[in-house]
């Protein structure tokens, strides 16, 4: 017989726990975001990866009257094309996934092993999604707004006057606005300081600031940089001639719209490899369907000594 401690009067806790089975989660990836952005944006399929977006040339030119009813005589004119209209290739965000075969042989139970190994790994890749979106510097959001549709807040914080003027840069149709979420805070004290707090509005079951009906959008892949960030405004869809998504519909072993993993075999070192696959592309179709507000001061609720008395 064990010898016992004089003081115990019953099994400890620590002792019972050895017969007790504990709950597991499966993992948890806190870089896992909302993704609002993919889920706003209209996707559109694309043939042989290959997007061709054909503009017309000199629009101002096209000429039409109202004529008197006396007058026979109408204007002439034609619609021209440009000649040379610009093409969008999909990107690939990919990664070859290994997982040892003796790792989903014994420790498959509670979860698959293989199964929580691609989940993460797919998450990781449409973080990355996201990313490319707003900064990939050939076909990404930022590296594609005009310099006509750039402007710059008045005072340095975000204000309503600012984003009234993005709206005037995208005012057909706007569909939200996008930022880092430190700038949403910071306009929201903006306009508590002013006495217009933003009313919200409900979008896939979550709470989002609005400025005139307008959502404003968080995101953390919007870049932030010495305190400094931007707010991008955004009409959406191609009937609005707005910013599209792109993707290559029916891949081998396609998940979800332009996600494939395919099993790669298993090597002479027991290794099961996957390769995932995104492919996507974003086109703005006009111009004036996208606009930023550049050099956003982000600043901190300590820089409003006024505002929460």
Same mark, same amino acid.
């Given at each position: 017989?064990?010898e016992q ?19 597991k989660?499966?993992p948890?990836?806190s870089t896992?975001?909302?993704r609002?952005?993919?889920h706003l /944006?209209q996707w559109?399929?694309? #043939?042989?990866?290959? !997007?061709? @977006?054909?503009?017309?040339?000199? $629009?101002? =030119? ?5 004529a008197k009813?006396d007058e026979?005589?109408?204007p ?8 040379t ?7 690939a ?8 075969t003796?790792v ?11 199964k929580?190994q ?5 998450e ?13 510097p050939d076909?990404?959001? /930022?590296?594609?707004?005009?310099? #006509?549709?750039?402007? !710059?807040? @008045?005072?340095?914080?975000?204000? $309503?006057? =600012? ?5 005037t840069?995208v005012?057909?149709e706007?569909a939200?606005f996008?930022t880092?979420?430190l700038?949403?805070?910071a306009?929201g004290r ?12 409900s ?10 009906g ?5 995101s953390?892949?919007?870049p ?9 405004l955004?009409?959406?869809g ?5 910013v599209v998504g ?8 396609e998940?979800?719209?332009g996600?494939?993993v ?6 002479r070192?027991?290794?099961a ?7 996507c ?8 369907a ?5 050099d956003?001061?982000?600043g ?8 929460y008395?």
């Amino acid at each position: 017989m064990s010898e016992q401690n004089p003081g115990q009067l019953a099994l400890s806790d620590n002792a019972a726990r050895q017969l007790a089975n504990a709950t597991k989660t499966t993992p948890i990836l806190s870089t896992i975001s909302p993704r609002w952005l993919v889920h706003l /944006l209209q996707w559109s399929p694309v #043939e042989a990866g290959i !997007y061709r @977006l054909n503009k017309v040339k000199n $629009p101002q =030119d096209v000429l039409v009257a109202c004529a008197k009813r006396d007058e026979s005589e109408l204007p002439q004119t034609f619609v021209d094309y440009e000649d040379t209209p610009r093409e969008y290739f999909l990107n690939a965000v990919s990664t070859v996934l290994d997982v040892h075969t003796r790792v989903s042989d014994l420790y498959n139970s509670p979860h698959d092993q293989i199964k929580e190994q691609l989940r993460l790994t797919v998450e990781t890749i449409k973080e990355r999604q996201e990313s490319e979106l707003i900064n990939n510097p050939d076909y990404g959001l /930022l590296a594609n707004v005009t310099q #006509e549709q750039i402007v !710059y807040p @008045l005072t340095g914080a975000p204000t $309503p006057d =600012d984003l009234d003027e993005l709206l005037t840069k995208v005012w057909k149709e706007p569909a939200f606005f996008l930022t880092h979420p430190l700038a949403i805070a910071a306009f929201g004290r903006e306009c508590t300081r002013r006495g217009v707090p933003p009313p919200t509005v409900s979008l896939f079951g979550a709470q989002f600031l609005t400025w005139r009906g307008i959502p404003l959008i968080p995101s953390d892949k919007v870049p932030v940089a010495d305190g400094k960030t931007k707010i991008l405004l955004i009409r959406v869809g191609e009937k609005r001639q707005g910013v599209v998504g792109l993707y290559q519909p029916g891949l081998a072993g396609e998940q979800s719209p332009g996600l494939s993993v395919r099993f790669m075999g298993i090597s002479r070192n027991a290794i099961a490899s996957y390769l995932i696959s995104l492919y996507c592309s974003l086109v703005v179709q006009s111009d004036d369907a996208l606009a930023v507000l550049e050099d956003v001061e982000i600043g901190k609720f300590h820089d409003y000594p006024d505002t929460y008395k």
